[in-house]
């Protein structure tokens, strides 16, 4: 296990990796800090029965190149507790959890919300610690910005599709769109794309996938989502399919917004959209990526789409101990303006360089990180000479 973390490490990271567990609660969990060059660690924590600590070094370095790629200061960080969200002691083990990383949180890293965990969780962290800066995405009632119950990420996943649509030739508006995953993430980027006019054809849960190539009621969808939750696919009615057809469907617009490595070579051989925007974190493979690029696929990168939260999450940061909660409205208009800034700078770089988007966004974020290092004095001594 040792030798595994070690080669985890590179010149970027990561800084420190935290194991912590709890005998009495059966607590185990993960803190791994990437990058801090450009500022301190913050990213989301996670809580699934299935995390790995392999899982959260991947995550937290997908957070420094986030960070960078909207270009706010701060650094690439990652957490993740090994439980069952739906355990009925979820509170107790978080915040024993909490307790465990007392000497990190605040200090080295603030919480922000993941799989698994919501606004109240993120309370029940600040209640833990006694500070009131040891999470970000808090309820109002606390004078957070609860940005998953706002759906930043969501929003601005559908703000850069927009970009992304524009550039391969497109009208978002009357384009149809297929979402895998209707949680945080696809159901608030199902109501923006309807917003904008697009017509949703699928979207996906646990309970399978729903499809309609005439388009989906998106607004009883996301009724029904409140009252349901998960299984609201299944309570809409209509055809069910297995869960991960929807990446197959005919849709101009394809939106992964469920968990990782979803998307491998073969699979991107024959995805019918012509726009691929990564909702969530690390869904396509490299080898799929240069697959969708020889196929003229446009595909807009995760840590440039999905960045809604982070750039909310950064507001979070800067009103952490103020009296004053941000203005909805004026976060999402950052959102915009930032995400959609960045989709055509990626878009456009990738096209003149010949490179995947990936290659693009990757190279814009580690020139931003490798600057912060070489003002700091970390860079490797090889890379000084």
């Known amino acids: 296990m040792q030798e595994d973390i070690l080669r985890t490490m590179d ?20 803190l791994v800090i990437d990058n801090t060059a450009r ?38 960080a990652k957490a993740g507790i090994l439980a069952d969200p739906n355990d009925p002691n979820k509170e107790t083990i978080l915040r024993a959890w909490a307790r465990a990383l007392s000497r990190h949180i605040p200090s080295e890293y603030v919480l922000g919300l993941d799989m698994g965990l919501n606004e109240r969780d993120a309370a029940v962290v600040q209640d833990e610690l006694g500070d009131r800066g040891a999470a970000v995405g808090s309820p109002y009632e606390l004078g957070g910005v609860p940005y998953d119950q706002l759906g930043l990420t969501g929003f601005g996943v559908a703000e850069s599709a927009d970009v992304a649509c524009e550039i391969a030739g497109i009208s978002l508006k009357g384009a149809t769109v297929s979402i895998q995953g209707f949680g945080a993430v696809g159901h608030a980027a199902a109501k923006r794309f309807a917003e904008l006019g697009a017509t949703v054809v699928a979207v996906s849960s646990v309970a399978g996938a729903l499809h309609d190539p005439d388009g989906l009621d998106v607004d009883k969808l996301l009724r029904l989502r409140e009252e349901h939750g998960d299984t609201a696919v299944a309570e809409y009615g209509g055809k069910v399919l297995e869960p991960g057809q929807e990446l197959t469907v005919q849709a101009d617009v394809l939106v992964p ?13 024959t995805l019918p959209a012509k726009v691929v925007v990564e909702g969530a974190n690390l869904p396509t493979s490299r080898a799929a990526q240069k697959v969708l690029r020889d196929r003229g696929i446009t595909v807009v990168p995760d840590f440039i789409a999905n960045a809604g939260a982070v ?41 003149h360089d010949g490179s995947t988007t990936h290659e693009a966004a990757l190279s814009i974020s580690q020139d931003r990180v490798r600057k912060a290092m070489e003002l700091k004095g970390r860079l490797p001594a090889a890379s000084r000479r």
Request: neutral net charge; contains cysteine.
């Open 11 to 30: 010149e970027w990271g990561p800084e420190k990796i935290v194991l912590v567990s709890d005998t009495r609660t059966g607590m185990r969990g993960v």
């Open 39 to 76: 500022g301190m660690g913050k990213g989301g924590t996670r809580m699934s029965p299935s995390v790995t600590v392999e899982e959260v070094c991947r995550l937290a370095r997908t957070m420094t190149w986030k960070w960078a790629g909207v270009d706010l200061s701060f650094g690439g």
């Open 257 to 269: 917004a469920a968990i990782q490595d979803q998307i491998d070579e073969k699979l991107a051989a």
């Open 311 to 351: 750039v909310g999450a950064g507001v979070a940061m800067d009103s952490r101990y103020s009296a004053f909660r941000p203005d909805a409205d004026s976060i999402f208009d950052l959102i915009s303006r930032k995400l959609r800034e960045n989709t055509r700078v990626v878009l456009t770089q990738a096209a």
